[in-house]
């Protein structure tokens, strides 16, 4: 199977633009989390979809939002980018075996706003 | 609130030692147990999952405990190499909500 693919890699973009991140899960997985990731920080989880709806949200404002359509590709957007949104995001899709859920990682999307 | 502790400052350990890294958590009671790791600029590779029943999962030169008394697992890398040098995250699972909690990760340096 075809691993958890991000589009785009990179991205530099300036204080007050818009961005949209893409992400397609594993082939069969209906969930998809995204995190933020800063130097030196741990994973800061985002928003959690499932079958189309979110199921979890972090303490993220607003200004982070996503979606997820019905192949379960999900894209997250950020509106009126800030110096500090400037991070490694990572999108990870979700299989459930026994009832434990294992996350599986795209390679992230590294975001710079200048 | 859930909190989970993993060693902050890195750690440097010699080639052909075994590293344990430690994975401490209060205020939650996590069904499973889960390690992951992080090379730079990369996504996290799930390596280890340990369920609440379980003491000790191995694989490979990999070990995990789990004590749910003391709240706490370890990770242990035998015959260690350079090439296990990485960031390694534990995440405790198994809330309502589906949601993995993540620690900061632990930063190991394998020494030639």
């Known amino acids: 199977k075809a691993g958890v693919t991000q589009t785009p890699r990179y991205l530099i973009k300036t204080r007050g633009q818009q961005v949209t991140l893409s992400c397609s899960p594993i082939?069969?997985?209906?969930?998809v989390s995204w995190y933020q990731q800063t130097p030196g920080q741990g994973l800061q989880f985002l928003f959690e979809y499932f079958s189309e709806t979110q199921r979890n949200k972090g303490n993220f404002p607003g200004r982070f939002s996503g979606r997820q359509f019905s192949n379960s590709r999900s894209e997250m957007n950020v509106s009126t980018l800030e110096l500090g949104d400037s991070a490694l995001y990572l999108c990870?899709?979700?299989?459930?075996?026994?009832?434990?859920?294992?996350?599986?990682f795209g390679p992230g999307t590294r975001l710079l706003v200048l | 609130s859930q909190k989970i502790e993993q060693n902050s400052e890195a750690l440097n350990i010699q080639e052909g030692k075994t590293a344990t890294l430690t994975c401490n958590y209060t205020n939650y009671s996590p069904a499973y147990l889960q390690w992951y790791r992080q090379d730079p600029g990369r996504g996290p590779v799930f390596l280890l999952l340990?369920?609440?029943n379980e003491k000790e999962k191995r694989k490979e030169r990999l070990k995990v405990t789990f004590d749910t008394t003391l709240k706490q697992s370890l990770f242990h890398i035998t015959a260690s190499q350079p090439a296990d040098s990485a960031t390694y995250l534990c995440?405790?699972?198994?809330?309502?909500?589906?949601?993995?909690?993540w620690g900061a990760g632990t930063k190991l340096i394998i020494k030639p």
């Open positions: 082939s069969g997985h209906r969930s």
């Open positions: 995440a405790l699972g198994g809330d309502s909500n589906y949601q993995l909690i």
């Open positions: 340990i369920r609440e």
């Open positions: 990870a899709s979700s299989s459930v075996t026994g009832g434990a859920e294992t996350q599986y």
